[in-house]
């Protein structure tokens, strides 16, 4: 009878921490790979360059992407993200004071990413769609700065952390200031950012997360101790029957 209060007292703790106690985690996740696409479809693969805006001494705009490994965190209920970009990573190009960098979901294939095929969809693809955040960044070296991620962004990720055959997460960017056609009044004055950039991981999510289930063995506690409360309930009132 001891071991069954026991059991019933560990259950009821287990089930507080189950419903109202999860335990808040921390995860610092940084990209493993990065690039570019141009507004004809090209991309170079130069490793590392993570350039987005409007080139001038070209003529092409640029979108950039993000590539992520969420294998960590499969298994959580992400609570909140964001995204960090590290300092002195490339330069801030252009006279505009400042540009806006917004940041989108990526529905195409990595793998066409990763291994630099080219295609007009792919650019148009990383600039578009599912709005992750974006920010301001004021003209002058560039220096860390992070974005808050979207709900949207939320729910990607952890569809993405619990696929069973691919943990890898896009993040597409563009600039959101830079016109949609150039002539002498804008073609000097839009601007970019990471021009040049070099840095092998350009930016990491900060995730915070809670177990989004119970382990087995908590169940079986939990399963256990409520056995437990059901046969104590059962036994007093048998013994309040025989009394009577």
Same mark, same amino acid.
């Given at each position: 009878m001891r071991t069954l209060r026991v059991a019933a007292?560990?259950?009821c703790a287990v089930l507080?921490?189950?419903? %109202?106690?999860? !335990?808040?985690n921390a995860a610092t996740i940084e990209n493993f790979t990065g690039g570019w696409y141009q507004n004809n479809g090209t991309t170079f693969g130069i490793a590392n360059n993570i350039y987005v805006g409007w080139n001038p001494n070209t003529g092409t705009a640029y979108n950039n992407w993000l590539g992520f490994n969420l294998a960590g965190i499969a298994g959580q209920n992400i609570t909140s993200a964001?995204?960090?970009?590290?300092?002195s990573n490339g330069a801030y190009g252009g006279t505009d004071p400042s540009e806006t960098l %917004?940041?989108? !979901?990526y529905n195409g294939s990595i793998n066409a990413l990763s291994s630099n095929q080219n295609g007009v969809g792919i650019y148009n693809d990383l600039g578009s769609g599912a709005s992750y955040g974006q920010a301001t960044v004021s003209k002058?070296?560039?220096?860390?700065?992070?974005v808050t991620l979207s709900a949207q962004a939320i729910a990607d990720m952890m569809?993405?952390?619990?696929?069973?055959?691919?943990?890898?997460f896009v993040i597409g960017g563009t600039l959101l200031t830079i016109a949609p056609t150039h002539d002498s009044d804008n073609w000097w004055t839009d601007g970019s950012l990471f021009v040049n950039s070099t840095l092998q991981h350009a930016a990491f999510l900060n995730v915070e997360t809670v177990a989004a289930?119970?382990?087995p063995s908590t169940?079986?506690?939990m399963i256990l101790g409520f056995a437990g409360v059901g046969y104590m309930t059962y036994r007093r009132r048998k013994v309040a029957a025989l009394a009577a």
């Open positions: 007292a560990l259950s507080f921490s189950v419903i %109202g106690g999860k !335990a808040s964001t995204l960090t970009f590290y300092g %917004g940041l989108f !979901a002058g070296p560039l220096t860390q700065f992070s569809a993405a952390a619990n696929n069973p055959t691919d943990q890898r289930v119970p382990e169940w079986a506690m």
